[in-house]
């Protein structure tokens, strides 16, 4: 089955495209600065500057608070494509945040937002 074309699950073939381009400006970034940068590297500390370093715990009442983009996500977006990535932009990096826990998005008092505010504690001491 095909990648691309009316019945697969990703349509442009830009974005298929952009997968494999993406990844070698990752490899590119990496190469840039030792290992040493942080415990996961280069690419790790790249991403991890646009929250400061550290897990932004947020706190909306509702999950219609939540934004879709914020100014931190628009950085990043700038960041990379100044790298040269494609099909990167702000809604895509403020889910990339949400998604590797860079920013906790859950409405205060759900059980994730409580989890994840007790993980945060206990990280900080």
Request: charged residues 25%; contains cysteine.
């Amino acid at each position: 089955r095909s990648a691309t074309g009316p019945h697969a699950i990703v349509r442009h073939r830009g974005k298929i495209e952009a997968v494999r381009h993406n990844a070698r400006k990752t490899l590119e970034l990496i190469a840039e600065a030792p290992a040493a940068v942080t415990p996961h590297g280069a690419f790790d500390a790249f991403l991890w500057a646009f929250v400061g370093g550290a897990p932004r715990l947020n706190r909306w009442s509702t999950a219609k608070e939540m934004p879709t983009e914020t100014d931190e996500a628009v950085a990043m977006t700038k960041a990379l494509k100044a790298r040269g990535f494609k099909f990167v932009g702000p809604k895509i990096c403020y889910s990339l945040m949400q998604s590797c826990g860079m920013v906790v998005d859950h409405p205060v008092g759900t059980p994730e937002w409580t989890a994840a505010s007790l993980r945060l504690e206990a990280r900080d001491g």
